[in-house]
């Protein structure tokens, strides 16, 4: 029985072994590990991102909003209500897994850019509600002191590199749950209502149901972020629930690669760098990374992750459809449109 090499394993293999192996490669350098803890968060989050923009084709401009409200449960409840991290955590995945669906089953009777100019409205609500809210969220005091998940045996999530393979585990979990969805029959149900809502209600596919499911899907995870970045900050304040970091999730998905499995990590953990590269400049540093994103968009729409995706495949298309239609153009025409059909599912 033979094996075939896939390009795209191993793309997920090199990374997986990168996340796995960077506390060992650091050296000891804290403010590094720090960041690549900080960002696993934050690409957990964008992984709920890509469940409804990258397969159903939702613009949900709320995330970064969920995600605040994730870093609020754990943080006032480990903190005003002296409560333990995990039991906060999962109040906190609740809340927004419960909060998303109810939020969808109103957003979602709007479309396309309505849909997005209501999400934002809503981001904004729960921002405004978390900055001025001083008896309740403390405002602009911010909440610190948040607790460290309890550790157990000889795990001590106080230490920042367990800390960080704590994250990491969950990280890969997200990264599994896109990757079973895009391979199962809801992910291929969100597919077709992506393309055309129309001709899957012909078919028979619950449209509403499917939407609200993939919407609270994505706040549970922006919520779970959140939650796991509470503890990871110690210290959270009102910024942790703006509308700009939506804009941050939406560059990571978009220089990663909508509905990639491998995509909101890729462009998470790039993106942060160059951030980082770039905070002494920080006032200009947009004017910098806005051209090497519109360039991505531009000449990559679908990502660094969509755009390897689709080279490989269709050089692998060529390369069979050559062997059977050797010098036939238009069978590398209807290769590249089975291509896209295989990758859209």
Do not use: C
């Amino acid at each position: 029985m033979t094996t075939t090499f896939s390009p795209q394993r191993f793309g997920t293999l090199l990374v997986a072994l990168a996340l796995l192996l960077a506390p060992l490669t650091l050296g000891g350098e804290e403010y590094v590990l720090r960041v690549l803890t900080v960002g696993a968060t934050y690409a957990i989050a964008v992984y709920g991102m890509n469940l409804i923009l990258g397969l159903t084709g939702q613009l949900s401009l709320a995330h970064g909003g969920f995600f605040g409200i994730g870093v609020y449960v754990v943080g006032l409840l480990t903190t005003d209500y002296d409560w333990a991290f995990w039991p906060s955590l999962a109040v906190a995945v609740t809340a927004t897994a419960v909060g998303g669906y109810v939020a969808g089953v109103v957003a979602l009777r709007t479309h396309e850019e309505y849909f997005a100019i209501f999400t934002m409205a809503m981001g904004f609500i729960i921002f405004l509600v978390i900055s001025r809210w001083e008896s309740v969220t403390h405002a602009h005091s911010g909440v610190s002191g948040v607790k460290f998940p309890e550790g157990f045996g000889a795990f001590d999530f106080s230490e920042p590199t367990v800390m960080y393979y704590l994250v990491l585990l969950f990280l890969l979990g997200a990264a599994y749950v896109t990757y079973a969805v895009r391979r199962s029959g809801i992910g291929r149900t969100l597919v077709a209502i992506r393309t055309s809502e129309d001709l899957a209600r012909s078919i028979g596919v619950n449209v509403g149901l499917n939407k609200q499911l993939a919407f609270a899907a994505s706040t549970t995870l922006a919520g779970l972020g959140g939650g796991l970045f509470a503890a990871v900050q110690g210290f959270v304040g009102p910024s942790a629930a703006g509308i700009d970091l939506t804009f941050e999730m939406l560059m990571f998905i978009l220089v990663g690669g909508l509905g990639t499995v491998l995509g909101p990590v890729v462009g998470t953990f790039l993106v942060l760098f160059l951030f980082e590269f770039f905070q002494d400049f920080e006032a200009y540093r947009f004017l910098v990374l806005g051209p090497i994103i519109v360039v991505l968009v531009i000449f990559a729409p679908r990502g660094i992750v969509g755009y390897l995706n689709q080279f490989v495949g269709r050089v692998r298309s060529r390369g069979a459809n050559g062997s059977r239609n050797p010098g036939g153009p238009r069978g590398d025409r209807q290769a590249e449109t089975t291509t896209d059909v295989k990758e859209a599912l």
